[in-house]
T-cell receptor, first 111, second 113 residues
Framework: DTEVTQTPKHLVMGMTNKKSLKCEQH?????MYWYKQKAKKPPELMFV???????INESVPSRFSPECPNSSLLNLHLHALQPEDSALYLC??????????FGSGTRLTVV | TQLLEQSPQFLSIQEGENLTVYCNSS?????LQWYRQEPGEGPVLLVT?????EVKKLKRLTFQFGDARKDSSLHITAAQPGDTGLYLC?????????????FGTGTRLTIIP
């Protein structure tokens, strides 16, 4: 299995909703990442988990809450989002200096 | 502040032509990667360059890392419609992996059949 799987592919949520994005990989990668990509922009790093511990938080607002239940799973919990948070949310994993393997992303729309 | 500037931002050329995309920075990177992203998908890694002056070839694609490890270029020979996509360079600012990978501004390439 050489893929990073993200669910759901599309999500529409209201500003008072609570939802979660899920990411899964079974390549034994020790690092997992959340990136946010706005339309026509490059991906921006949000969080990095290394060996299931949060190692980098790029000053992301607390309405985004990451969670790494085990070495294969990465979640992003969403609460009280704003319309400007609408974007493509990308999960990735990597092993040491190896390549980043990205999932196909979750297209999030906040209404 | 964007650490990695790519040029051109947009490029539309005829099938069979050659092109070069540039990725420039004032920062030194321990490694630099090139990705291609298609609509509705995540970026897919094309190559990683680590050594200053390094040149890597991937079929019709040639990647070069600058001697000072601050810039890189991607040259495509005889472009084909399948080369269409968003090309992203990404630099690693850390000393031990991709934890601080920063993406460039992107070059949107369209190859016209």
């Amino acid at each position: 299995d050489t893929e990073v799987t993200q669910t759901p592919k599309h999500l529409v949520m209201g500003m008072t909703n609570k939802k979660s994005l899920k990411c899964e990989q079974h390549m034994g990668h020790r690092a997992m990442y959340w990136y946010k990509q706005k339309a026509k922009k490059p991906p921006e790093l949000m969080f990095v988990y290394s060996y299931e511990k949060l190692s980098i938080n790029e000053s992301v607002p607390s309405r985004f809450s990451p969670e790494c239940p085990n070495s294969s799973l990465l979640n992003l919990h969403l609460h009280a989002l704003q319309p400007e948070d609408s974007a493509l949310y990308l999960c990735a994993s990597s092993q040491d200096m190896g390549q980043l393997i990205f999932g196909s992303g979750t297209r999030l729309t906040v209404v | 502040t964007q650490l990695l500037e790519q040029s051109p931002q947009f490029l539309s050329i005829q099938e069979g032509e050659n092109l070069t995309v540039y990725c420039n920075s004032s920062s030194v990177f321990s490694s630099l990667q090139w990705y291609r992203q298609e609509p509705g998908e995540g970026p897919v890694l094309l190559v990683t360059v680590v050594t200053g002056g390094e040149v890597k070839k991937l079929k019709r694609l040639t990647f070069q890392f600058g001697d000072a490890r601050k810039d890189s270029s991607l040259h495509i020979t005889a472009a084909q419609p399948g080369d269409t996509g968003l090309y992203l360079c990404a630099g690693d600012r850390s000393n031990f992996g991709n934890e601080k990978l920063t993406f460039g501004t992107g070059t949107r390439l369209t190859i016209i059949p």
